[in-house]
């Protein structure tokens, strides 16, 4: 228990200039009682009005005379104590990422206490359509409006949501309960994230682990049992089983009364895999994922404190699930960008896991087919132990890969944004009934629209970018959703050749229908898939042979088997190169492997047909070889040379501003202050500031963004400057600007 007369407490409010512990007086009946991490009242302000704040420490030290604090007033009831290592967490992100306390304290914790857990329910009948409506007749006849009104529904639908019943129907509990009793309906809660094993999915146990996969499993648990503690790199093919390897880690931990973390990209925590491991290991399984209500995801962390679970499923938030006894974290498809959060604190996931499970004394498996730079630069380095699956464990041969270079086909007058050979395969596949996926490796660029006679760009009046041309001819801007007409005149020299350049998933799928008339497609990209249903359905048609080609972004190539796809195409590789940062070229290699992972996953050979610009670079050669070792020793030496991460450390300071002026201004004090911890640098190797300039995107909804670049090799270095700059702004009180930190962005 934690002895002590005064706590520190943070005040719940988002604000920098409250980042700071007060020091209170706890009064002689709490003493004892109150700890780190509890939510408290205390009197604040002038007028000593009540507030909440979380106990950060209790101590024995007083910060000012003790007759000038005040006492906490209350522990507020019922709220979730958070642990120590929470808090410590908390901090550390702080420490790590440039954030508030308090904004850190939010990430670890659950949201708002005070949430209540609401059901989503349904009512399904029981009875057959026809007894049904036989049953609404008898009910009109007796005049039982409200039972009438509910079976009138279910004669159409055999499953209504139940707010749709209580609500819009406006039928009563009682008549439901009735209803229920009499064996008419049934009444369930439907949130099968959170329990799909009602989906009574038989228990399973696991397959017998090849040899390379029993090595990897006997490795983690002996060192485990050793006490000793490291992170491991599972290196692996999508069907090389890595997934088994973690199931049967999983296990092991659960045998030894631990609990365990696996994360998951959110777009790749599909149905099949959440049933793997509800099989395996039952309702002792959670998930977590963005669709649950902030009051399902509290109810997860109690669950999980209370011990009724011993493994969680879910995004990089899941980290925060709070386990009594962790002693293993998975994170699987390690590459992934969505493991950084793109709100203050800017944390990434591996990092954060790195923390905590030396925090927790637990052991971390990293797995991917194409492992981030940072993680197998770590590796290489010997920090991980790295672990090598090689084999498909489904039998399927990889596919056959070949490059097209697209300025050939120009030039021998192939005009199509299909090459000859990429025409030529799915003629052949629409013949055989097998399947395409067409592959567009970014969104903003397509359909963008200029003029032919001088160039112009249009572009969005508010952001520092180009509009993109929709159906029916509309220009919209993807980053604030302006829209406006396409103009008939150029706006700058009024040649009337202003045009869309004709290459988004929509004029591909145009370009389909005309060169393969009676062809059946689907699209999926931003547009189609404004929600995760309409992204489900979607890739569910797909898979149940409804169209024979699925034309999309990057997104289709995430998760999801199709066995019948024996083809992929992807339609200019070069694309995600022209992005103007240093993972172009990895992020390029990642796409470019995914997607010829798609092919092929069936009985039936796969090939690839990679359409570039570039057909020399060699993220491209290397994923057409599907050659990772290779693709990493060439871009390392780029990193080393450029100081990129993981080379270097970076640092980006994003300033916004409503005000021009005013935003280059500040900008420009805080290169300053960084330039000067630059000079005062001690380190054998001085840390590098470049800037200010205006950020990639300039504008966005009308607010300016500026940004800085600090490189340097010790992480150290960085936060340190990060320190700086934060005393500096701080004090300023700024409303109208706004200054972020982003660590290896
Ligand atoms: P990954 O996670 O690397 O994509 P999985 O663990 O999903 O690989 O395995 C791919 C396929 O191989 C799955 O269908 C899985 O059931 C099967 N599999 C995995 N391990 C074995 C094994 N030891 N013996 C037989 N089949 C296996
Ligand atoms: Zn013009
Ligand atoms: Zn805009």
Known sequence: MTKGKYANIIID??????????????PEEMQGRLEAGMCVQIPFGTGSRLRQGYVVEVTDRPQFPDEKQKFVAAIVADSVSVKSDAIKLAAWMKEAYGSTMI????????????????????ITRLLTKEETCSLLGECLRKHQTARARVLQELCEEAELPYELVTGKLNVSVAVLKNLQEQGVISIESESYYRNPVKLEAAREKGRELSREQSLIRDSVLADYDGGKRTVYFVHGITGSGKTEVYLSLIEGMIKRGKQCIVLIPEIALTYQTLLRFYKRFGDRVSVMNSTLSAGEKYDQWQRAQKGEIDVIIGPRSALFVPFPNLGLIVMDEEHESSYKSETMPRYHARETAEYLAGLKNASLVLGSATPSLEAYYRAVEGKYKLFTLDRRLTGGALASVSIVDLRQELREGNRSIFSRKLQELMEERMGRKEQIMLFLNRRGYAGFVSCRSCGYVMKCPHCDVSLSQHLGGRLVCHY???????????????????????????????????????????????????????????LTAFAEGEADVLVGTQMIVKGHDFPNVTLVGVLAADLSLNDSDYRSGERTFQLLTQAAGRAGRGTRPGEVVIQTYRPEHYSIIHAAAQDYRAFYEEEILYRKIGAYPPAAHMMAVLVTALDEGKGQELSAKIAEVAKEMEKAGTQERKAVVIGPARAAIGKINDIYRFVIYCKAFHYRQ?????????QYVFPLGLREENVQFDFNP
């Open 13 to 26: 409010i988002s604000h920098e200039k409250v980042d700071r512990p007060f020091q209170y007086k706890i």
């Open 103 to 122: 904004a850190a304290l939010k990430t670890v914790l659950p949201v708002k206490q005070t949430v209540r857990h609401k059901e989503k329910k349904k």
């Open 480 to 538: 604030c959703g302006y829209e406006m007409p396409l103009p008939k005149k150029c706006p700058s020299c009024g040649s009337p050749y202003i045009l869309g350049f004709k290459a988004g998933t929509q004029q591909i799928e145009e370009q389909l229908h005309k060169r393969f008339p009676g062809m059946r497609t689907l699209r999926m990209d931003g547009d189609t898939t404004r929600t995760r249903d309409s992204y489900e359905k979607i």
């Open 718 to 726: 960085l936060t340190e400057i990060k320190d700086k700059i934060e």
